[in-house]
């Protein structure tokens, strides 16, 4: 479980100042890419978050 919220956390931070992730990220220069996903990766991220939570 320690492992399954460090990495939680750690996508966490790859979300832009509104809370929404791009469709991609350049790991090098830590920069967001793309245009905004579909809700699917959102509603993805809720669910892990609720998860995580019990």
């Known amino acids: 479980m320690p492992a ?3 990495w939680f956390e ?3 931070a790859a979300c832009g100042p509104a809370g929404l992730l791009s469709e991609e990220y350049d790991v090098t220069q830590r920069q967001r ?3 905004l ?3 699917f990766v959102h509603a993805l ?3 892990c978050a ?3 939570n019990e």
């Open 50 to 52: 609720a998860r995580l």
């Open 10 to 12: 750690r996508n966490r």
């Open 4 to 6: 399954a919220l460090r």
């Open 33 to 35: 890419r793309g245009n």
């Open 45 to 47: 991220l809720l669910e």
């Open 37 to 39: 996903p579909q809700a």
